[in-house]
Nanobody, 115 residues
Framework: QLQLVESGGGLVQPGGSLRLSCAASGSILSVPFVAWYRQAPGKQRELVASITGRTDPSYADSVKGRFTISRDNAKNTIYLQMNSLKSNDTAVYYC?????????WGQGTQVTVSS
């Protein structure tokens, strides 16, 4: 059973950057799927970025070229580097890990992009 804890959210101006971290309570070495989702007010949760096995990361079109997902298995941590932030990136960001049939979610971290 993994527990995921996100950090790094906050208030940032448009065009700014943030790096989100997701610390797992145990090893993620054998966890094949890790991802970041987000949910804006009044909207459904959406997949932002993911890594499956050893394949290249995948990104939503809306963040491609601006966000980078990575994982550090030695530190049991998943990252989301967010650059050139826009107001419509404002949302609660959730870390997710899947080792089927088990799925794990963090509690979420708020990202607000506003001047």
């Amino acid at each position: 059973q993994l527990q995921l804890v996100e950090s790094g959210g906050g208030l940032v101006q448009p065009g700014g950057s943030l790096r989100l971290s997701c610390a797992a309570s145990g090893s993620i070495l054998s966890v094949p799927f890790v991802a970041w989702y987000r949910q804006a007010p009044g909207k459904q949760r959406e997949l932002v970025a993911s890594i499956t096995g050893r394949t290249d990361p995948s990104y939503a079109d809306s963040v491609k070229g601006r966000f980078t997902i990575s994982r550090d298995n030695a530190k049991n941590t998943i990252y989301l580097q967010m650059n050139s932030l826009k107001s419509n990136d404002t949302a609660v960001y959730y870390c997710h890990a899947a080792q089927l049939p088990r799925r794990y979610w963090g509690q979420g971290t708020q990202v607000t992009v506003s001047s």
